[in-house]
């Protein structure tokens, strides 16, 4: 079974600064999808950013950007410039891209990483 | 806004009572999947519908179960409901069921069972 881990509970960033979040997962697969989601104080659940297991680029959504090490199964995210706005839970997930089992669409959750961010 | 609606936002109940959340996809798409947020679990898969058939289950009690009508919309059903399944019910949708699939989420219900 695939797994998640995000280390860092807590995060704290001063706004206009760079922060960078960390992601390790573990699996067997070659082909998967890894996700940031974002969760503000509302509790919607808001997709950050999306990677592909099978492209080497690193995905990048205006501030936001991942480092994706696919030896290491790494997965961090990066915010520059961060924001007021940006403070929220922060989760990576994980996605299986093949067809086998019929289970595997699901997404596999992280425990989530609390960003801070400080006027 | 996702386009994923969910009702109701918030349910408050007892112990051993039944309820309905409600899930409508985005337009378009087929499939639903149902996940539980709670402070001790996480965010956890529960079960997932593609254009009315079940597709997938993962963590679901026997107590819940799901259904997919035409229309597309879902129901998930919460029985005989304990302390411990107060959480916040998320439903999210996909186009179908092949890659590249991003999953949208609805806004959520808060159940809280007393």
């Known amino acids: 079974a695939q797994t998640v881990t995000q280390s860092q509970p807590e995060m704290s960033v001063q706004e206009a600064e760079t922060v960078t979040l960390s992601c390790t997962y573990d699996t067997s697969e070659s082909d998967y999808y890894l996700f940031w989601y974002k969760q503000p104080p509302s509790r919607q659940m808001i997709l950050v950013i999306r990677q592909e297991a099978y492209k080497q680029q690193n995905a990048t959504e205006n501030r936001f950007s991942v480092n994706f090490q696919k030896a290491a199964k790494s997965f961090s995210l990066k915010i520059s410039d961060s924001q007021l706005g940006d403070a929220a839970m922060y989760f990576c997930?994980?996605?299986?891209?093949?067809?086998?089992?019929?289970?595997?669409?699901?997404?596999?959750f992280g425990k989530g990483t609390l960003l801070t961010v400080n006027p | 806004d996702s386009g994923v609606t969910q009702t109701p936002k918030h349910l408050i109940t007892a112990t051993g009572q039944r309820v309905t959340l409600r899930c409508s996809p985005r337009s378009g798409d087929l499939s639903v999947y149902w996940y539980q947020q709670s402070l001790d679990q996480g965010l956890q898969f529960l079960i997932q519908?593609?254009?009315?058939?079940?597709?997938a289950k993962g963590n679901i009690l026997e107590r819940f179960s799901a259904q997919q009508f035409p229309d597309l919309h879902s129901e998930l059903n919460l029985s005989s409901l304990e302390l411990g399944d107060s959480a916040l019910y998320f439903c999210?949708?996909?186009?179908?069921?092949?890659?590249?699939?991003?999953?949208?989420f609805g806004p959520g219900t808060r159940l809280l069972v007393l």
């Open positions: 997930a994980y996605r299986s891209g093949s067809l086998s089992g019929g289970s595997n669409y699901k997404l596999t």
């Open positions: 519908y593609y254009n009315g058939e079940e597709r």
């Open positions: 999210a949708s996909s186009v179908g069921v092949g890659s590249p699939e991003t999953q949208y």
